[in-house]
């Protein structure tokens, strides 16, 4: 593998990480609907650029792929609102550690409900590492509804199954559009639904005064964590494979962590820690294939 190209996939990994607590830092300044409205429209005309460097089609082929589109996009309105009501109160190193780490574990999840394919014994033990790895990250010892929406962990895990149904949505597009056409178009029903609802607001038009490190934030988590970062990961998937690209998804969570602790001073957490562990240990374990024993010669 490329020493460059390696150092760029890692870049990526972390700058989704780094997304966390950027997105602290601007939860609470304005209404969610508003902070997502902007943060969609910047990402959808970042794209445009980009399809027209890289000479992706913009059109679809098919009725079919702009249903999809439109339920994509609204799927991702739905993980934005969120990600930022959760970080609202909640911790951002904890929250990324539980979304990052439980998304590949719901999303296995909900294709065995659903396709019924057979998983292997390693596959229900990396199950069942997942299961005690969220339970220990949410520390289910304190769980009450108050809790859970103080701390923001309520939130966070409806990002992790929002996440993973969306997930499933963009593997069926993958044989039919490129991974940014199909952003692009993510992006443009989620800035017309989030427009609707809080174009009224009087916050809508104040985000001008709200000065460079509102800016700055949405820059990156639009054209750093997101357009550079998310096509980084694609263009990886498909150079190196899904197998071994999404093995790099293990950087997010400690990326999520230790930039937090060092951007917001976020208390370090030792169940977040173990439980963290636990659920990528569960990811390597779901996503691993057993290795066949060759015969002696």
Same mark, same amino acid.
């Given at each position: %593998? ?14 989704w *990480? ?29 794209v ?13 082929? $098919? ?13 991702? $309105? ?6 930022? %009501? ?6 951002? *190193? ?34 069942f ?22 701390s ?20 069926? $597009?993958?044989?039919?559009m ?37 800016w700055?934030?949405?820059f990156?988590l639009?054209?750093?964590?997101? $357009? ?6 694609f ?5 190196? *494979?899904?197998?071994i690209?999404?093995?790099f ?12 602790f060092?951007i ?16 990528i ?17």
């Amino acid at each position: %593998m490329n020493l460059k190209f390696l150092l760029l996939l890692i870049l990526a990994m972390v700058s989704w *990480g780094i997304s966390w607590p950027i997105g602290k830092m601007i939860a609470g300044t304005v209404p969610v609907s508003v902070l997502v409205f902007w943060r969609f429209l910047a990402t959808f005309l970042s794209v445009i650029p980009l399809l027209l460097v890289m000479r992706i089609p913009f059109l679809l082929k $098919t009725g079919k792929d702009y249903w999809n589109v439109l339920i994509g996009g609204i799927i991702y $309105t739905f993980y934005n609102q969120f990600f930022f %009501m959760g970080l609202k109160n909640g911790l951002p *190193g904890a929250g990324g550690v539980l979304v990052t780490t439980l998304n590949p574990i719901v999303t296995f999840f909900i294709v065995v409900l659903v396709q019924k394919k057979r998983i292997s014994k390693r596959q229900v033990i990396g199950l069942f590492f997942g299961f005690i790895g969220g339970l220990v990250i949410l520390q289910v010892w304190k769980i009450s509804i108050d809790y859970l929406l103080l701390s923001g962990n309520l939130f966070f895990l409806l990002c992790s199954f929002v996440w993973a149904i969306l997930s499933l949505n963009s593997q069926k $597009t993958g044989k039919s559009m490129s991974p940014v056409t199909y952003s692009f178009y993510v992006y443009a029903v989620g800035s017309i639904i989030e427009f609707l609802f809080c174009f009224n607001d009087p916050s809508f038009w104040k985000v001008w005064d709200m000065g460079f490190s509102f800016w700055a934030s949405i820059f990156y988590l639009t054209v750093i964590s997101t $357009t550079f970062g998310t096509t980084v990961y694609f263009y990886a998937a498909t150079r190196l *494979g899904s197998e071994i690209a999404s093995s790099f998804i293990f950087i997010v969570p400690l990326s999520a962590y230790l930039s937090s602790f060092l951007i917001l001073n976020e208390v370090v957490q030792i169940p977040v820690i173990i439980g963290g562990c636990l659920a990528i240990l569960a990811v390597y374990l779901i996503n691993s294939k057993q290795k066949r024993k060759e015969p002696n010669l």
